[in-house]
C-alpha cells in the first residue's frame, strides 16, 4: 500500500519561508511524478506543482511560479516544496500526492493527509 | 488555461437517490477528465480517470461518462456514505480542477 506523510507545515509571517517534505512509502518512488495540491480554507483544490519521476521535469502553477520550488531525493523516497516570499494567499492545506505516470499531466491517488500553512502576522 | 465549471454548485438528495453531476471544461480534453470526492477533514479520493474509468476499489454505483468538454459523474443509488464533496480535473493541457459540487442529504 502506498503511503504519503507529509510534514513542514506551520505559521509563517508573510515574505516568510518554508520548507514542506512528504515521504512516500510502498511504491518505486523514482517511476512516479509527484505532484503538490493545495486548499485554501473552505475553498477548492489548486494544483501547484509537479515533478517527473526523474528529476528532469519540474512545472508551476503561475501563482506561486518564482516563490516555490519542488525537488525530491529518490534515495530517501522524499518530495520536497520550498516556499519562499509567502504571501496571506498561500495559505492552506498542502497536499502531497502520487502521479500515475512517470511524467507528463497526471491523475492523483493517493493523497496524504496533508499539512497546514497558514501565512499570518 | 483550461476552466472547469461543475454544476449544480449544491445538491440535496435522500439516500437511495440517483444523481449525476456535471462537469463542463472550456475547450476539449478529450477523454482526459478525472473525479475525485472528499470528505469533510480528509484528503481527495480518486473515484473515476480517463473520464470512465473506475479507480480501484471504488464501487460500480459509480459511474463517468463524456469526452471533448463535457462529462458528467453518475451515483446510481446513494448511500450515506456518498454525500461529499466532488471535484473534476482535467489533465490535457496542464493541470486543473473544477470548484467543486456538494452533495447533501436532504
Known amino acids: 500500500e502506498v503511503q504519503l506523510l507529509e510534514s513542514g507545515g506551520g505559521l509563517v509571517q508573510p515574505g516568510g519561508s518554508l520548507r514542506l517534505s512528504c515521504a512516500a512509502s510502498?511504491?518505486?518512488?523514482?517511476?512516479?511524478?509527484m505532484s503538490w495540491v493545495r486548499q485554501a480554507p473552505g475553498k477548492g483544490l489548486e494544483w501547484v506543482s509537479e515533478?517527473?519521476?526523474?528529476?528532469?521535469?519540474?512545472y508551476y502553477a503561475d501563482s506561486v511560479k518564482g516563490r516555490f520550488t519542488i525537488s525530491r531525493d529518490n534515495s530517501k523516497n522524499t518530495v520536497y516544496l520550498q516556499m519562499n516570499s509567502l504571501r496571506v494567499e498561500d495559505t492552506a492545506v498542502y497536499y502531497c500526492t502520487k502521479g500515475r505516470y512517470s511524467s507528463g499531466w497526471n491523475w492523483f491517488d493517493p493523497w496524504g493527509q496533508g499539512t497546514l500553512v497558514t501565512v499570518s502576522s | 488555461e483550461i476552466v472547469l465549471t461543475q454544476s449544480p454548485a449544491t445538491l440535496s438528495l435522500s439516500p437511495g437517490e440517483r444523481v449525476t453531476l456535471s462537469c463542463r471544461a472550456s475547450q476539449s480534453v478529450n477523454t482526459y477528465l478525472v473525479w475525485y470526492q472528499q470528505k469533510p477533514g480528509q484528503a481527495p479520493r480518486l473515484l473515476i480517470y480517463d473520464a470512465s474509468k473506475r479507480a480501484t476499489g471504488i464501487p460500480a454505483r459509480f459511474s463517468g461518462s463524456g469526452s471533448g468538454t463535457d462529462f458528467t459523474l453518475t451515483i446510481s443509488s446513494l448511500e450515506p456514505e456518498d454525500f461529499a464533496v466532488y471535484y473534476c480535473?482535467?489533465?490535457?493541457?496542464?493541470?486543473?480542477f473544477g470548484q467543486g459540487t456538494r452533495l447533501e442529504i436532504k
Open positions: 480535473q482535467q489533465r490535457s493541457n496542464w493541470i486543473t
Open positions: 510502498g511504491l518505486t518512488f523514482s517511476s512516479y511524478a
Open positions: 515533478m517527473s519521476g526523474s528529476g528532469g521535469g519540474t
